[in-house]
């Protein structure tokens, strides 16, 4: 009747345990390498050319010392905020769709699918989509062109993330707010919306962060701009595109200027994702699921 | 003051499976009225009938009258106005995560459009007060948030946000139990109280509790209402030999 | 909900009832053996089982306290609890009336024997059958056979009364016998207990399978 | 708070006994207002349409995209027919165009870049979730995330002046000794190339994927974790029974989304993969995604075919993605079958 | 797990009982009031007592059924609502031995008055005090107190036996006051049983505060 | 067959709150054990060190002794193994969902390497019997998940699980507290079987329930083990005033 397990084995399965973490250690490792090894560089290379007039001054020509990247930081700027405009929003409501009322299997089925190819499309199809959208029937390339591209491919990030969070968000909570007699657009607006909202708002940041460094469908919209503009019908600067084309330069100081611009993008993410972040406190950056 | 309700010839589908036949009842005005019966008899759907939220579920379907006092709700009124009238408490405490104690409270009539501030405090109070909560939460109304307090007062809270609206109907499915003994006993204890004010509909597993704290009791078997008496009458003497069996646990 | 070891239990405890009834039953029975044919030797018989019964009234007791306190028994289940601890103690007193009666028979064949015109054994064997009765309708769960049992007492209060009448003018036309006729007159008096006890035992099943408390409605007096 | 006065002011007058004869009792404050509230079924209706159209920008907006690059692309589309799609002739000064190495291109250097980044996001995943200490735990995501945040231009200078050297001066001479022999890994060896774009890739979707898992792993319930240590498992048998097979699914829909990002990934894949149009065995050897010659060559094209077989690159860049997500999914449904979808 | 109301239906529980019990033990009183001033005027109102008490039991047997059925009571509540249930009987039983002993003093009446050389008075007011001294003991859950009456049982039965020699000689002796030498002896007896129930509830509350069943142990006999 | 457990001073913490004071405590070996108590006071906490369970959490610390038969469970051997030695099931159940019936029974042989197919049948088909299962799933023992069950059946599925890799005691926190009455009685019954067989030692909330399965049952209070006495003496009689409240429900 009683059987006992065998005792062997025993050394194998502590041993693989082992083997297992250690895995798991070195991958972290390997991760976190590269991160520290770009990061690194970028200061080493970077820093240096950080002053108060980077952040203050317009480019110089060739040749000249001095300038900086006032014009491209507002233009990302405003580039940002048109996309999160039109991004964020339709991204939340489509999700909301798709959680609340995409009881239509085709329907919703469609829309996710639509939306995962619209996350695969590659940046420069999305540029050269936008360039015929808009900028060919205008006929100058516009800042609101490039805010148009970046909008469009915030929208499927949101949109995912806003389903899934709105799916974790418990069956209970919706009944708790129609039970007390609160219409069905209040009860989403004001409860489901709100109480997935640190979800929510990660996949925003997620979004937001991979569109400011987007470079590919700013070259036919935005297309860049060497003086600081605001206007949204006019070509404007922004930083990655800056830097692309710093980078691509020959000129040593241009090089040197991309790293700093790099990391000037780079802590502007990290500064205004981690801002929102903490006003909607919750860990940084927390991933979409 | 609660008022009666008046359920007849109700039947539920999710659906094509017939989860309740030919329902007639007739449940008194601030009294608690208990529904027992085994797990899938349809007690919950009964009660998510008489406040129409059987219809949030997309393949539930349903026929007969339903009269909250003189209101046929399945044909006088939208759904969301029955509710506003008919307060709900589920089985496992539900408050909404994001939002404060007083928030919470608050929801009902927020969420309405209802700002009078002053208003609002004092309604505040006198739920939580109802709901027996107040004295351990007054101090951290506006700090905790109402998934920060113990199982057993979310439970309470969830009570008080049901009684902020001033319903005139209360229903409880299982409201108790998720809940330790001691909680269990606070929730029974206040539904007690409230019966002279609400007509309170409980659905509970636990027997006992039905014996304690309803004057009638209803068993559902199969989606059928076998029987519905005078509590002492079924937990001492039923009249049909299935209410027996079950609650002398012959059952299955 | 299949309890089933729980409705083992009751049944268990009705077995046990059961035996103490027996032992109850069987007593009274040698006792009335022993006014019979005066036989000191089954009033010992009867005097000794005394002890065993009490001790099985105190175990149902207890099986019936554990039952409550951990069974949470229901509806018929809880009456049925109830209707043992009643019948249990109504047992142990028509236990107690065999002691009684065992006593007095004892007293009786100290003194010299005489001849009462009365009949004891048939008051006895009424009784007994009350009793008997009583027991099968709660073996039975038979409340018609219950309500038989009610409606004997009269015959049986009819009876001691007879009894009693007869042995008065005994004892006042033989004042010599007066110490018998005392005894006799005792004896019937426990007897018509006997009658009491099964009546209530009777009134305990009918409440038990029925729901319904009787005592005092068909009961025409007590 | 208090106030007897306001009390009875909102407070409905429960107490006080109904007017004989009066129909209606008198209604609390609460109550009139409520019951003079709309039932907002017209609201409720605006609001679902409104939903809808969102959900149907998305889809207007593919559609669009698809149609317009369609359209672009008709020229080409009529001279070269489905041959573009494996031929490998990429001359803009004869005419001649097929797209065959960019979708090769493409395709390897995604998979190459989920080879790499799979893995290693899920052991980081694990790491984070299940044997890191808990200090460590929120700097650790903390900085995995921080990966995502860095622009694609960065990664591919980066990728430029310290990946390519390092690949070419330290690593591809110990692959070429090593596995030179399967032909994967053989001369010449350039810096630039297929296994610098996958590297890089792999870099740049890392962090989608590992936060994704680690969410997902985290969401795992820890009875899930407990059932299995109560067996007597082992750490790691812990997370391969309970850990790794509840968070599938949601790994799945990690993998995809990165997936989806490498493919159309542009400007670092540009900066290190070599641009040459060719297919070759070898990692080491430079290659062209459908991406790189778009960012590449459009401002560039001379002639309305040459425009019109970019757009159609694009176009055929864009057909890629939907059949991989559509593969992708078929993998997830039918992985899933029988299993409940969603975790408790 | 303030269960305040449950705890409060005990109260209540308790309260009723020892309302029925009062009206018992001034049954009881009353009937030997009548006994001693021979007013049959006093024998209606004992009898008329005792509907009510059947009242009374059955109400608080159903009472105590309610709480066994819906409130799990466990431990001490649940030997306090046993122990109401037996007490219940008993004190029924106590009500029935005067409505009997009012009986005894009716046929009494009817007959010559004679002086009889027995201080059922005094049995009485012994049997009342176990009583209420028995019911002092459940009102305080006093044990010790509780104990002190089942020692009282043995003067009460060993004064009946006197009772019993006196009158079974006084018959023996004047055999024309027969009839009411034996009413008295009945009366006796029915005192003696008054004791014995005393007894009883003395027993039920040492179990119900103690938790320990004493029966059989403490008791030197029935 | 089962072991006994000797527990001796022992003492639990979670951070800087000390859960559990100086129990002290024998289980017999063979019978079932059931521990009560208030919300918090430290069942949980207990049962969980009693197969080095509370050590997973990384906050938790434990001091003293518990010997399971002869084995000192903290000094002896690893967790690993006494985890095996010792089967667990919880308040939810918790079946892999992702595993097949089957495969959840067999999960904890194949853990330990154990591959011999046919013996696994065996195994499986006994543990399923023994969990009271086997006529309910034996059709559909590798076609559905062992999350496609009800949740009574799922906790079950659980604890054949657990007698799967035949340990010698079973712990039990809460078992039956998240199933209907029915299921519940099926529990009920099983372990009631099965503690011929092993030693066990069941959490509950539900009085009625301990009374119904334990020989022994012990009263937790504040971390401390107020009293531990044969189950009839505890819910009829009991020692210490404080479980006499808590039984009585004159508490808090
Ligand atoms: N959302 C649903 N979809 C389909 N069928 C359902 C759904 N909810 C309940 N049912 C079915 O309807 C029947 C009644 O369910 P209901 O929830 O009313 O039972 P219940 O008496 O409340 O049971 P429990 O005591 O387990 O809560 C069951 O047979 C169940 O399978
Ligand atoms: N993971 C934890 N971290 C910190 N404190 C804990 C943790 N788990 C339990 N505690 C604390 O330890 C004490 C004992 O908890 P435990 O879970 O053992 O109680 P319990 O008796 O099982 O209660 P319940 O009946 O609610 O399950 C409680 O005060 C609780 O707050
Ligand atoms: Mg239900
Ligand atoms: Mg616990
Ligand atoms: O129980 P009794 O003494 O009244 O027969």
Known sequence: MQQRIQQSGQAWRRWKNHLATGTAVLGTLVVVAPLLAIFAYLIYKGASSLNWAFFTKVPKPVGEI?????????????????????????????????????????????????????????????GIAVYSLI???????????????????????????????????????????????????????????????AGIITG?????????????????????????????????????????????????????????????????????VSLVRYVTSRGVLKGAS | MGVGIEVKDLNAWYGSTHTLRDIHLNIPANHATALIGPSGCGKSTFVRCLNRMHETNPIARVTGTVKIGDLDIYNDVSPVVIRR?????????????????????????????????????????????????????????????????????????????????????????????????????????????????????????NMQQAARVAEKTGFFLNGQLVEFDATTKIFTNPSDKRTEDYITGRFG | ???????????????????????????????????????????????????????????????????????????????????????NADIERVGDQAVNIAGRVRDLQAMPPVDIPVDIPKLASMAASMVRR??????????????????????????????????????????????QALNVLLIARNLERVGDHATNIAEDVIFWVRGADVRHHLRTGS | ????????????????????????????????????????AGSDGFFKTLMLASALTIFAIVLFIFLELAWQSRMAIAHFGISFLYRSAWNPVSGDFGARPFIYG??????????????????????????????????????????????????????????????????????????????????????????????????????????????VMSTVPQSQREAALALGATRWEMIRISVLPNARLGIAGGVILGLGRALGETMAVTMVIGNRPEIARSLLAPGYTMASVLANEFTEATTNLYLSALIEIGLVLFLVTIVVNALARLLIWSVTRGASSRMA
């Not at chain 4, 009390?7 to 609390?28: H, I, W």
Request: glycine share 6%; with cysteine.
């Open chain 2, 85 to 205: 009238r008919i307060g709900m408490v589920f089985q496992r405490p539900n408050p909404f995560p994001t939002m404060s104690i007083y928030d919470n409270v608050a929801s009902g009539l927020r969420l309405n459009g209802f700002r009078n501030r002053q208003a609002l405090d004092e309604i505040v109070e006198r739920s939580l007060r109802r709901a027996a909560l107040w004295d351990e939460v007054k101090d951290d109304l506006r700090r905790k948030s109402g998934a920060s307090i113990s199982g057993g007062q979310q439970q309470r809270l969830c009570i008080a946000r049901a009684l902020a609206v001033d319903p005139e109907v209360l229903l409880m499915d299982e409201p108790a139990s998720a809940l330790d003994p001691i909680s269990t006993a606070k929730i029974e204890d206040l539904i007690f109280h409230l019966k002279s004010e609400y007509t309170i509909v409980i659905v509970t597993h």
């Open chain 1, 66 to 126: 001095g300038g900086g990247m006032e014009n491209a930081i507002v233009g990302s700027g405003v580039l940002l905020t048109v996309a999160s405009l039109i991004g964020i929003p339709i991204g939340i409501a489509a999700g909301v769709y798709l959680a609340e009322f995409g009881r239509k299997r085709l329907l919703s089925n469609l829309v996710r699918f639509t939306a995962d190819v619209l996350n695969g499309v590659p940046s420069i199809v999305m």
């Open chain 4, 106 to 215: 493409t395709l390897v250097s995604s998979l190459l870049a989920l080879l790499i980044a799979v893995p290693l996001s899920v052991s980081t995943a694990v790491f984070i979730t299940e044997m890191c200490p808990i200090p460590l735990r929120r700097s650790l995501s903390f900085l995995t995330e921080l990966l995502a945040a860095i622009p694609s231009v960065v990664y591919g200078l980066w990728a430029l002046v310290v990946l390519v050297p390092l690949l070419r001066t330290g690593i591809n001479p110990f692959l070429m000794r090593t596995l030179g022999w399967t032909g994967f890994f053989e001369g010449p060896d350039y810096g630039v190339s297929m296994l610098a774009a996958g590297i890089i890739l792999a870099i740049m979707i890392l962090p989608i994927i590992s936060s994704i898992t680690r969410e």
């Open chain 1, 204 to 272: 925003c940041m997620l979004a937001f962060a991979r569109v400011a460094g987007e470079t590919a469908p700013l070259l036919f919209t935005a297309f860049g701009n060497d003086d600081k503009s605001l206007a949204l019908n006019q070509p404007i600067a922004a930083l990655p595109l800056q830097i692309f084309v710093y980078a691509v330069s020959p000129y040593n100081d241009w090089h040197r200027l991309a790293w700093a611009g790099s990391l000037v993008l780079i802590f502007l993410i990290v500064i205004s």
């Open chain 3, 1 to 87: 909900m299949t309890r089933i070891r729980f409705h083992q239990n009751l049944d268990d405890l009705k077995e046990k009832l059961l035996v103490m009834a027996g032992m109850a039953e069987q007593a009274i029975q040698r006792s009335i053996e022993a006014y019979r044919v005066r036989d000191l030797s089954i009033c010992d018989l009867v005097q000794r089982s005394e002890p065993a019964i009490n001790r099985q009234e105190r175990e149902i007791d207890q099986m019936a306290l554990d039952l409550l306190a951990m069974e949470q028994p229901m509806a018929i289940d809880l009456r049925f609890i109830l209707a043992v601890i009643k019948i």
């Open chain 3, 134 to 179: 009583a027991l099968q309708s709660f073996i039975d769960a038979d409340a018609n056979l219950a309500e038989s049992v009610i409606a004997m007492d009269d015959q049986v209060d009819q009876m001691n009364n007879a009894i009693y009448r007869t042995l008065s003018k005994l004892i006042h036309d033989e004042p010599s016998q007066t110490p």
């Open chain 1, 135 to 197: 900028v060919v029937p205008q006929q100058h390339f516009s800042a609101f062109s490039g805010g148009v591209a970046l909008g469009i491919m915030m929208i499927p990030t949101v949109t995912r993330t806003t389903e899934e969070m709105l799916l974790l968000v418990p069956h209970a909570v919706r009944e708790a707010a129609l039970g007390l007699g609160v219409p069905n657009w209040r009860s989403t607006v004001s409860i489901t919306l709100r109480t997935a909202s």
């Open chain 4, 1 to 40: 708070m208090s106030g007897k006065l306001a009390e009875r002011d909102v407070v409905n007058d429960r107490e006080s006994p109904d007017s004989p004869g009066l129909a209606a009792p008198r209604l609390s404050v609460v109550r009139q207002y409520l019951n003079a509230q709309s039932d907002s």
